[in-house]
């Protein structure tokens, strides 16, 4: 259970281990409970509910001039805003 909270990134203290093993392990008995049952005649679906787009129709709108934006921004590189790099600085 260690590793896996260390995988995913979880702050468990080590008094925690055993009671999240017991309950890692009921969820791994139901899904063997799951994978039990005889499905055969069960249509696979997608999606149990009607999917709704509840979002605005795309229109195009007028939108800020480009040059102004980025002469305003802190740093700028080829029509873009530079940031700092951020890959390999997670721990």
Do not use: W
Not at 2 to 11: G, I, N, P, T, Y
Not at 21 to 36: C, S
């Amino acid at each position: 259970m260690a590793k896996v909270a260390r995988l995913a990134r979880l702050d468990i203290a080590d008094s925690d281990i055993t009671h999240f093993t017991e309950q890692l392990a009921k969820v791994m008995d139901h899904f063997r409970d799951v994978d039990a049952l005889d499905l055969s005649a069960v249509a696979p679906m997608t999606q149990p509910y009607p999917l709704v787009n509840v979002l605005r129709a795309d229109e195009e709108q007028p939108c800020l001039d480009r040059d102004e934006v980025l002469a305003a921004a802190p740093a700028a590189e080829d029509g873009r805003f530079r940031v700092p790099p951020i890959i390999g600085l997670v721990d």
